[in-house]
């Protein structure tokens, strides 16, 4: 067997005129968790249903558990395991009976009462699936995606709703998966959950991967690991700021510039002698380390957050 769970060459989706993925490869090893980030319209949803098998490339190789959609359908439905953003539910059935009904479409898997019990639903199994709160439904829904022990699990926005307790506890489940050999393929919102989960990020826009790395390395892109955020009026020009000690680049946002820096003792002090011969007043200055987000938001020009806003 391959030791990729996901292999995917110069896959293309269109959609009459619009090319929704562009020539996108993908490797993802066993036993790996991989987070697909991109803004709205990026090609990472319709990437992903390909994966799954609900729609078809209109070209390009995909090889899920080391067999293709066309040759082994049965097969690897029978192998991974689907959690949705949103999962509609029978209401009138108990969270219990909706477990066991799942659980008869797979050959193997843990029992009811584990499933519940890795989602924290014990006390719910007999409640309606209509009663159940958002967070709760969410719980539900994973532990469907869970119930057939699957090799490979997709997770899209799997913590939205979920409280922060939940939302560690996912976490947890995330890291045992792995831990058993089991991949994961996460989108998310949430930058903080994709640095703790995600052993390689794949960022895609226009349909292309346009960065790929662990998130340590990611963050190392940007050339220097330190920001230093602030307003100047009036503005100082891109040249001066290029002066800086350990300068490695500058975004602007409005008003706000953002600098990347090795060194934060030597960089701020000079940026305030910079200032000082332009005769520009510092309204305000922060500094803080570079995340996930900031690599986003350099590459695509809009923060995580405000892109699954659209």
């Known amino acids: 067997m391959s030791d990729l769970a996901i292999e995917v060459e110069r896959l293309v989706k269109r959609f009459g005129d619009l090319v929704a993925v562009d020539g996108l ?31 078809r490339a209109t070209s390009g190789t995909v090889r899920v558990l080391g067999r293709s959609w066309d040759e082994a359908r049965d097969d690897i439905r029978s192998r991974i395991g689907v959690t949705l953003q949103e999962t509609r539910f029978h209401e009138k059935l108990t969270v219990e009976e909706t477990l066991t009904l799942f659980r ?50 997709f997770l899209d926005e799997p913590t939205t709703g979920l409280d922060p307790v939940s939302r560690r506890g996912l976490w947890t489940l995330i890291e045992g998966l792995k831990g058993r050999g089991r991949t994961v393929v996460l989108t998310t919102h949430y930058m903080e959950e994709a640095a703790v989960l995600c052993d390689d990020i794949v960022i895609v826009d226009h349909g292309k991967v346009v960065a790929r790395g662990t998130p340590e390395a990611l963050v190392q892109s940007l050339g220097g690991e330190q920001l230093i955020e602030f307003v100047a009026r009036p503005p100082i020009p891109g040249e001066a700021l290029s002066r800086v000690p350990g300068f490695s680049g500058r975004r602007e946002r409005g008003e706000v510039v953002s600098l990347s820096v090795e060194a934060l003792h030597e960089a701020v002090p000079a940026l305030l002698r910079i200032a000082d011969e332009h005769r520009s007043e510092l309204v305000r200055l922060s500094t803080r380390a570079a995340t996930l987000d900031d690599v986003f938001l350099a590459l695509t020009g809009r923060t995580l957050a405000e892109a699954e806003q659209g």
Not at 30 to 53: F, S, Y
Not at 117 to 134: D, F, H, I, P
Request: net charge negative; with cysteine; proline share 6%.
């Open 25 to 55: 490869d993908l490797a993802v090893p066993a036993g790996t968790c991989l987070g697909l980030l991109g803004p709205n319209g990026a090609g990472k949803t319709t990437t992903v249903e390909i994966l799954e098998g609900l729609q």
């Open 104 to 153: 008869s479409f797979y050959p193997r898997g843990p029992s009811v009462e584990t499933a519940l019990a890795q989602v924290a639903l014990e006390e719910k199994r007999g409640a309606r699936v209509g009663t159940l709160s958002g967070g709760q439904k969410q719980r539900l829904a994973l532990a469907v995606g869970l119930v057939g022990d699957p090799e490979l699990l």
